[in-house]
């Protein structure tokens, strides 16, 4: 089990964008990326809205998030995301202990 958290960060004239290239570019996704628990940190654009990212966030458990959350690094993106005023709105999830079943993984190319 993983908790997957998806954030849409929503900005004006590239914002979001350039929030990404920055977050990425600073390393501190790098570092996120390090960091104990952490399975996934990614950011993907929406082909439908330009002013939004959509960044895929994974956490090993509930634990691990907290200590994330807890971090100095939630200030860094705290301002980075004032820097770009940007919006926000997140969906959370549970991942399946399971995996993709038989009957959805014939769909999947490999």
């Not at 993983?2 to 790098?30: H, P, Q």
């Not at 950011?43 to 809205?49: A, H, I, T």
């Not at 090993?60 to 820097?83: G, N």
Request: proline fraction near 4%; glycine fraction near 4%.
């Amino acid at each position: 089990m993983s908790i997957v958290v998806n954030l849409y960060y929503t900005g004006t004239n590239g914002s979001a964008r350039k929030f990404a290239e920055e977050m990425e570019t600073s390393g501190t996704a790098d570092r996120i990326r390090a960091e104990e628990g952490n399975e996934r940190y990614a950011y993907f654009l929406p082909m439908e809205d330009p002013e939004t990212v959509l960044l895929i966030d994974a956490w090993k458990d509930q634990q691990a998030l907290d200590v994330h959350h807890a971090s100095p690094m939630m200030e860094t993106i705290a301002k980075l995301r004032e820097k770009y005023d940007l919006h926000m709105r997140a969906e959370r999830y549970v991942t399946d202990a399971d995996g993709i079943p038989a009957s959805d993984a014939k769909f999947l190319k490999k």
